[in-house]
């Protein structure tokens, strides 16, 4: 049994989150990420132009991967901000404090709309900001099972 599950998105808080360690595997219900869906930085690109797009892309296509398979299922939830050994949830160790959260929520939601299509109704992000302030927040994308399926990720972003 998933065990965020039940509880309205916006009254999860860090304890939440901390039962999922070492207890709440990922399945088809569920996705961790250490990290938020971010580019590479600049220095970590190929220099050859086309090929560079395309890496600096590759996370956009991650996470409408990720998003469209939730939805053309049973639905799901990507949890970013949490550390993962074997799929098993190890440690809720936030995303930092360089980041500024409503831009992230921002910015993958855009990356959603204009990769996804037909798009996905019902797609919810939450904030979780965690006790120890170096550990920043935790990212939550409810995924809900859509009845628009099914999605694809466009091949042009």
Known sequence: MFLLGNKPLEQLAEDDLQKLV???IESRYIDYKEKIYAPPPDAQLPLEQSERKRVKDR???ELCNDVSSFANAAGGWIICGVLEDGGIATDV???GTNIDIEQEIARLE???FSGIEP???GLQ???VTLQDAQKGNVLLIRVPRSYRAP???KETQ
Do not use: N
């Open 151 to 153: 999605h694809r990720v």
């Open 59 to 61: 996370w956009k296509i």
């Open 125 to 127: 992000f939450q904030s």
């Open 119 to 121: 798009s996905i109704p």
């Open 22 to 24: 070492d207890t709440e």
């Open 110 to 112: 855009g990356a959603i």
């Open 93 to 95: 160790c936030g995303l």
